[in-house]
């Protein structure tokens, strides 16, 4: 039987990460319509709280000369993935694109997926390793225990260093926050610091 309760597990959290912003890069994960607006056909209700600490950021990274990475869930009709969720984030339409809040700007970079990681069939790692040559990682943005999560151990999984801002990622309950939470800290080695704001970018 699972048990009724159970003890949470401690986390690390980094009181503040310095990254050089020549080896770091910000991704911002499907901060769409369909996640982040109220109208939105899979909203969570804890997005919308993100988007200007995900903005200070990005704002931040763009001065530094860091690069912003949008992912964009982007399917096509009948995907698979609609049997699991419904429709959503449909090619071409509303609820796929970037919430107006943070409309990617010249510069930035999109990136379409098809999966909760942004690594699966897309360029993004040849991207970062090859053209970009960024090996440190700031994710933010929706669904913390999936697609965020998902990005995030891929992203280790080749090595990648990553840093996770608490308020600058959402999901649908306590829970999978924290869930997600405790696999980039004991799983993935990722540093975790309460706000976009611990996180500095210094040489
Ligand atoms: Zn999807």
Same mark, same amino acid.
């Given at each position: 039987m699972l048990p009724q309760s159970i003890q949470l597990p401690e986390i690390t959290i980094h009181e503040k990460v310095s990254i050089d912003p020549a080896r770091a890069a910000v991704i911002v994960v499907d901060m769409q319509n369909d996640f982040? %607006?109220? *109208? @939105? =056909?899979?909203? #969570?209700? $804890?997005a919308p709280k993100t988007i200007a600490n995900i903005a200070r950021l990005i704002n931040r990274a763009r001065i530094h000369g860091v690069p912003v990475i949008y992912t964009q869930d982007w399917h096509m009709k009948e995907d698979p993935e609609f049997r699991i969720w @419904?429709? %959503? +984030?449909?090619? @071409?339409t509303w609820g796929a694109e970037i919430v107006d809040e943070l409309k990617p700007l010249e510069g930035d970079i999109v990136i379409k997926k098809? =999966?909760? $990681? +942004?690594?699966? @069939?897309?360029q993004l790692e040849h991207l970062l !390793?090859? #053209?970009? *040559? *960024?090996? #440190?990682l700031i994710i933010t943005g929706t669904v913390a225990n999936i697609c965020v999560l998902h990005t995030a151990g891929s992203a280790a999984l080749r090595w990648f260093d990553i840093v996770v801002p608490i308020d600058g990622i959402s999901a649908l309950t306590q829970f999978d926050l924290y869930a997600a939470l405790r696999q980039v800290d004991f799983l993935y080695k990722g540093r975790i610091v309460r !706000? #976009?704001?611990n996180i500095e970018f210094t040489r």
């Open positions: 982040a %607006h109220p *109208r @939105g =056909r899979l909203f #969570v209700p $804890d @419904g429709e %959503h +984030a449909v090619a @071409g098809l =999966r909760y $990681d +942004a690594f699966y @069939g897309t !390793s090859r #053209v970009l *040559r *960024r090996d #440190v !706000s #976009v704001d």
